[in-house]
C-alpha cells in the first residue's frame, strides 16, 4: 500500500520560512518523478514544484520561483519543498504527490499525471 504522508505545515508570518517533508512508502521511490501541489479555499489544486526522479531535474511554477525549493533524498525516500519568503497568498493545503513508475529522468506538472496522493498539509501565512 503506498503512503505519502506530509508534516512541517504551520502559521508563519510573512517573510518567514517552512520547510515541508514527505515520507513515501510501498511503493519504489526512485523510479517515481515527486511534486507538490496546493490548493486554496474555493480554489482548484495547483501546480507548485517537481522534482525527477535523480533530482537532478526541478520544475517550479512562476508564483514561486525565486523562493521555493524542492529536493528529494532518495535513501530516506523522502522529498522536501523549503519555502522562504512566505506571503499570504501562499496560504493552502499543500500536497505531495507521486508520478511513476517511470523510465526516464524528467519532471511533470500536470496534475493528471499524478496517481499517488499525501492527505495534505495546512500552510497558513499572516500578514
Known amino acids: 500500500q503506498v503512503q505519502l504522508v506530509e508534516s512541517g505545515g504551520g502559521l508563519v508570518q510573512a517573510g518567514g520560512s517552512l520547510r515541508l517533508s514527505c515520507a513515501s512508502s510501498?511503493?519504489?521511490?526512485?523510479?517515481?518523478?515527486m511534486g507538490w501541489f496546493r490548493q486554496a479555499p474555493g480554489k482548484e489544486r495547483e501546480f507548485v514544484a517537481a522534482?525527477?526522479?535523480?533530482?537532478?531535474?526541478?520544475a517550479a511554477a512562476d508564483s514561486v520561483k525565486g523562493r521555493f525549493t524542492i529536493s528529494r533524498d532518495n535513501n530516506k525516500n523522502t522529498v522536501y519543498l523549503q519555502m522562504n519568503s512566505l506571503k499570504p497568498e501562499d496560504t493552502a493545503v499543500y500536497y505531495c504527490?507521486?508520478?511513476?513508475?517511470?523510465?526516464?529522468?524528467?519532471?511533470?506538472?500536470?496534475?493528471?499525471?499524478?496517481?499517488?496522493w499525501g492527505q495534505g498539509t495546512q500552510v497558513t501565512v499572516s500578514s
Open positions: 504527490a507521486a508520478s511513476g513508475p517511470l523510465g526516464g529522468d524528467y519532471v511533470r506538472n500536470l496534475l493528471a499525471n499524478y496517481n499517488y
Open positions: 510501498g511503493l519504489t521511490f526512485t523510479i517515481y518523478v
Open positions: 522534482v525527477s526522479r535523480s533530482g537532478g531535474k526541478t
